[in-house]
């Protein structure tokens, strides 16, 4: 049964009137993707939030009525309150409250499935909860259950402090474990000289869609915010036949709690050990463009904001009218056309021509296995045999520090 939800946020003067709005209905979307029922926004215009109440007196009095006529079960915040706010509150109203990264917390509880994305979500919900913890046994046994309370567990959160600090550090020793796995997996993919794509994008842009209708899989596809948490990546080829290995990663949003942050950060550095990024945007959203700027600065943050980037505008099929990018270079495409799919991996090709270094050579017949590398590890545009001097001429672009640059340098000079 959906519960009950009553959403709260104090527009401070210096705050952006339409950011506001969108990190509302963003709130919305996701108390909905929790399985709440928005039955009610208040806002409160304040020159900075109450310190001890979030909202003034007189709107915690209106709150207090709309909590009784509507039979609301859950207040939620759009900022993130202090302790002894989300206490008064409680105190004050009845009933649970819990805020905008409590929320996003619960619905990474829900949508985990591998053990490191389970772990990484406790240790969030823990690290959140541990300063929290005072004042909230009470109210934890008394509201149960719902929202805002899965993943842990209550028993987990009324147990002392030293009993959670231990846990967490039992939980980073495990997922440093699988933190060490990555980084051997990452550097073998490395050796192999493996050429990595990333998509990255906002929560519900469509990455999912695209990248199993690219890579013909079955990750999870749904249209709800963060339906994907545990990245994937599978191999891809380009339309020369050239090689590569394309993830499909974690959605990002706007005022992702830090602790959320830190603990997806080895999920994350996907993004940073990607040669080359494919920035997916639902260009049918009102809120486009503040999302491409949410996307771009956690890019910065991760120091993946040098990479090769090609933006994806997404979502074309709903769109009502027709859109015109102000980000070069990019692609407007609907992941369920084939052709469009075919277009944003010729785009990707495209850019890797540019960037790379063009290369001619000669190989006889008996070299059959550097012909195949050259086949998946560059960029082939001519090939053909030349009877005459028995053998392949080979032309192409390749990435300018790839191994095989000098193997095809010989084989130019042998000729």
């Known amino acids: 049964m959906q519960e009950k939800v009553l959403i709260i946020a104090v527009k401070q003067p210096k705050q952006d009137e339409e950011r506001f709005q969108s990190s509302l209905s963003e709130l919305q979307s996701l108390t909905e993707t929790a399985q709440g029922n928005v039955l009610k926004i208040v806002t409160q215009n304040r020159e900075k939030v109450h310190p001890a109440l979030y909202v003034g007196e007189g709107k915690v009095q209106e709150l207090d009525e709309f909590v009784n006529e509507m039979d609301i079960d859950l207040v939620i915040s759009n900022d993130e309150l202090s302790p002894s706010q989300a206490k008064n509150l409680n105190d004050r109203l009845g009933v649970r409250i819990i805020d905008r990264s409590q929320l996003i917390l619960d619905i990474f509880a829900q949508r985990a499935n591998t053990k490191e994305g389970k772990l990484q979500v406790e240790l969030a919900q823990l690290e959140y909860m541990l300063p929290r913890l005072h004042g909230q046994g009470k109210s934890l046994s008394r509201l149960a259950g719902g929202i805002g309370t899965r993943g842990p567990g209550e028993t987990k959160l009324e147990s002392d402090r030293r009993h959670i600090r231990r846990r967490i550090d039992d939980i980073k ?74 993830t499909d990663t974690v959605g990002f ?5 830090t602790t959320l942050i830190a603990a997806f950060r080895s999920t994350l550095e996907e993004v940073t050990e990607a040669d080359f990024i494919l920035h997916m945007v639902d260009v049918s959203h009102p809120a486009l463009e503040n999302h491409q700027r949410t996307v771009n600065r956690l890019l910065k943050e991760l120091g993946a904001d040098s990479l090769p980037t090609l933006t994806v505008y ?39 021509i540019e960037q790379w270094e063009a290369y001619r050579t000669f190989i006889p017949p008996n070299e059959g296995k550097l012909l195949q590398s050259l086949r998946r590890r560059t960029i082939i545009t001519d090939r053909y045999y030349d009877e005459e001097a028995d053998g392949y001429r080979v032309s192409g672009y390749i990435s300018p520090d790839h191994p095989l640059k000098y193997r095809v340098k010989e084989q130019h000079e042998s000729e």
Not at 197 to 218: C, D, H, L, P, Q
Not at 315 to 325: A, G, S, T, V, W
Not at 331 to 337: C, E, N
């Open 253 to 257: 949003i706007q005022d992702l709690p």
């Open 173 to 246: 020793a495990k997922l440093q474990a699988v933190v060490n796995q990555r980084v051997q997996y990452r550097s073998r993919r490395k050796e192999n000289q493996a050429f990595q794509i990333a998509i990255v994008g906002y929560t519900n842009a469509g990455k999912s869609t695209f990248f199993n209708r690219i890579t013909k899989s079955e990750s999870m596809e749904k249209d709800q915010l963060f339906a994907t948490l545990d990245p994937m990546t599978r191999q891809i080829q380009l339309p020369s036949g050239f090689a590569a290995l394309i």
């Open 314 to 352: 997404n979502k074309k099929d709903i769109l009502q009218e027709d859109y015109i990018p102000g980000v070069h270079p990019s692609v407007t495409i609907s992941a369920h056309d084939p052709i469009d799919l075919k277009r944003v991996l010729h785009e990707v090709e495209q850019m890797l």
